[in-house]
Nanobody, 120 residues
Framework: QVQLVESGGGLVQAGGSLRLSCAAS????????MYWYRQAPGNERELVAA???????NYADSVKGRFTISRDNAKNTVYLQMNSLKPEDTAVYYC??????????????WGQGTQVTVSS
């Protein structure tokens, strides 16, 4: 089993900052890419940011320059630093990891989601 535990969501005023964390645990052999997605009510889930095992990053246009994804490989943890938050950033944020498990293979695993609410 692989468990992803997210933390750091909450309520913040527009212009504020939040830092999300997502720690992976379980029978993991290695973690490849790590992702943050978000889903607002009535909208499809969208990719916010991604980071490869080598540290290369990619961002949705809507968050470029405001959000930063990073990872701590020793802790199997991915972070999302969110600055200059806007009301339109309000959503449930999900982390996802592409992980290898011995005898199982490579799969994509998801966290339970954490609510981020930005008030105007």
């Amino acid at each position: 089993q692989v468990q992803l535990v997210e933390s750091g969501g909450g309520l913040v005023q527009a212009g504020g900052s939040l830092r999300l964390s997502c720690a992976a645990s379980g029978s993991i052999f290695s973690i490849n890419a790590m992702y943050w997605y978000r889903q607002a009510p009535g909208n499809e889930r969208e990719l916010v940011a991604a980071i490869t095992s080598g540290g290369s990053t990619n961002y949705a246009d809507s968050v470029k320059g405001r959000f930063t994804i990073s990872r701590d490989n020793a802790k199997n943890t991915v972070y999302l630093q969110m600055n200059s938050l806007k009301p339109e950033d309000t959503a449930v944020y999900y982390c996802s990891v592409n992980a290898d498990r011995v005898g199982i293979g490579r799969y994509l695993y998801w966290g339970q989601g954490t609510q981020v609410t930005v008030s105007s």
